[in-house]
């Protein structure tokens, strides 16, 4: 498996991933409909999302954005539901981190799906909030933050 940069044809790919990866969690055909727009990589989001590709196959990706000076913000993070567990997952947050910090960013956001809190909590985040989902009205996602070391 490499971790590249994502390609603009790629697009309408990752983003049937996210939608797939997010209905991993059992979550219905209305939800998943209602997070698509939220969920879809448009090809002007491709200079800040990196994929996982697996001898050809997309198989994870993430987007992560500058907030700040010292801050990014994890857009997206992905994974291919058959190889959620595999390692996909921790290999493209760790490259995450890394480009983070060689980006020299301090810390990074990351609002996450509430199924994928212990993901993050041994990716190193602490829980320091809640944002409003974009999807859902009234629903509260968690909101983390992962301190880049320089």
């Given at each position: 498996m490499i971790i590249r940069a994502a390609t603009a044809a790629e697009a309408d790919l990752l983003s049937e991933l996210a939608l797939r990866s997010k209905a991993?969690?059992?979550?219905?055909?209305?939800?998943?409909?209602?997070c698509r727009n939220e969920l879809t990589v448009r090809p002007?989001?491709?200079?800040?999302?990196?994929?996982?590709?697996?001898?050809?196959?997309l198989v994870g990706f993430y987007g992560?954005?500058?907030?700040?000076?010292?801050?990014?913000e994890l857009e997206a993070l992905?994974?291919?539901?058959?190889?959620?567990?595999?390692?996909?997952?921790?290999?493209?947050?760790e490259h995450a981190i890394s480009r983070a910090s060689a980006q020299g960013a301090s810390r990074m956001l990351v609002e996450g799906d509430p199924n994928a809190t212990a993901f993050y909590l041994a990716a190193g985040a602490s829980q320091i909030g809640e944002?409003?989902?974009?999807?859902?009205?009234?629903?509260r996602l968690p909101l983390f933050e992962i301190p880049i070391k320089a």
């Open positions: 991993h969690w059992g979550y219905s055909d209305a939800f998943i409909e209602a002007d989001q491709i200079q800040n999302t990196v994929c996982a590709d697996d001898n050809g196959e992560l954005v500058p907030v700040s000076d010292d801050t990014v992905f994974v291919e539901p058959s190889r959620i567990g595999s390692g996909v997952g921790k290999a493209l947050i944002r409003p989902s974009g999807s859902i009205p009234g629903r």
